[in-house]
């Protein structure tokens, strides 16, 4: 899933994965990245064999406003996103679940701000 999102983003130019994109990890550098990570999720409806996985979104930068404004550029193209067809699987929707929330600063006092979304 993260794979997916990550190229999403890609395609829509909000960045580049490996060197403004990751997933998984948050690096020591640049310090203004888009990191992607997975949270879990809730159960997939069986019956219709659908998976529900959820995920953050974390912006990172030197200050609040340019930490938001990355992580919002990923809010911007993926919430309200339905019916893709995302690197061969299929997403039903994808919506934020939380507003933008203070993640604090990093070891290097980088600030980090999130969001989180459903599929």
């Known amino acids: 899933m993260l794979h997916d999102i990550a190229l999403y983003l890609q395609e829509q130019g909000v960045g580049v994965v490996?060197?403004?994109?990751?997933?998984?990890?948050?690096p020591p550098k640049p310090d203004k990245v888009l990191v992607l990570y997975?949270?879990?999720?809730?159960e997939p409806e069986l019956a219709g064999a659908i998976d529900r996985p959820t995920f953050l979104v974390m912006g990172r930068g030197k200050r609040w406003d340019e930490a938001r404004g990355f992580a919002f550029q990923a809010y911007d193209k993926l919430n309200g996103l339905c019916e893709q067809v995302l690197n061969g699987t299929r997403y039903l929707l994808i919506v934020a679940t939380t507003g933008f929330l203070s993640a604090g600063?990093?070891?290097?006092?980088?600030?980090?701000?999130?969001?989180y979304f459903r599929c």
């Open 18 to 26: 490996g060197k403004t994109i990751f997933e998984g990890y948050l």
């Open 38 to 42: 997975e949270t879990g999720g809730s």
């Open 105 to 115: 600063l990093d070891e290097n006092g980088r600030v980090l701000c999130s969001v």
